[in-house]
Structure formats: C-alpha cells, structure tokens
C-alpha cells in the first residue's frame, strides 16, 4: 500500500522561507512522477510542481523562480523548498504520486 507522509508545514511571515517533505513508501519511488499540489480555501486545487523520475520539473507560473522542487530516490524523499512567500502562498499543500495523496500539510503566509 502507498503511503505519502508530508512534513514541513508551518506559519511565516511574507518574504519568508520554508521547505516542506515528503516521504513515499509502497511503490518503486525512483521510477515515479512526483506532484506538490495545493489548495487554499475556496480556490481550486493547483499544480504547483512537478519532477519526473528523470528529474526533470515543471513550476507553476505564479511560483517559477521561487520554489524548487527536487527528489532524493535513495530517500524516497521529494521536497519542495519555497522561498520569497507570499500570502498568496497560503494553502495546505499536498504530494502527490499516481492517485495516492498524502495527508497535506498547512502553509500560512502572513503579511
């Protein structure tokens, strides 16, 4: 069975940093496509990056440039490090693998 545990999560202040985890385990980690998605309240759920098991990403628009997703295959660890927050950023965020999601994990952006 799969399992996604995400860590991380946290308030901060705009401007700020945080860099979330997420732990896999039930599938072959290294050959997956791995997602962070995230909702905030009343917003429909966003894509916000992704990492193919050949490492290549893909941002979102609203956080190229500030976020940067990368994996650890011996970890079977995916992050997400977030920089240059803003409130807009608020969500709970997700990972995601196939159909499995994690549990989510809070990200507060204050002003």
């Known amino acids: 069975q799969v399992h996604l545990v995400e860590s991380g999560g946290g308030l901060v202040q705009a401007g700020g940093s945080l860099g979330l985890s997420c732990v896999a385990s039930?599938?072959?980690?290294?050959?997956?496509?791995m997602d962070w998605i995230r909702q905030a309240p009343g917003n429909q759920r966003e894509l916000v990056a992704r990492?193919?098991?050949?490492?290549?990403?893909y941002y979102a628009d609203s956080v190229k440039g500030r976020f940067t997703i990368s994996r650890d295959n011996a970890r079977n660890t995916v992050y997400l490090q977030m920089n240059s927050l803003k409130p807009e950023d608020t969500a709970v965020y997700y990972c995601?693998?196939?159909?499995?999601w994690g549990q989510g994990t809070q990200v507060t952006v204050s002003s």
């Open positions: 990492i193919t098991s050949g490492g290549s990403t």
């Open positions: 039930g599938i072959i980690f290294s050959r997956n496509t």
């Open positions: 995601t693998l196939n159909t499995y």
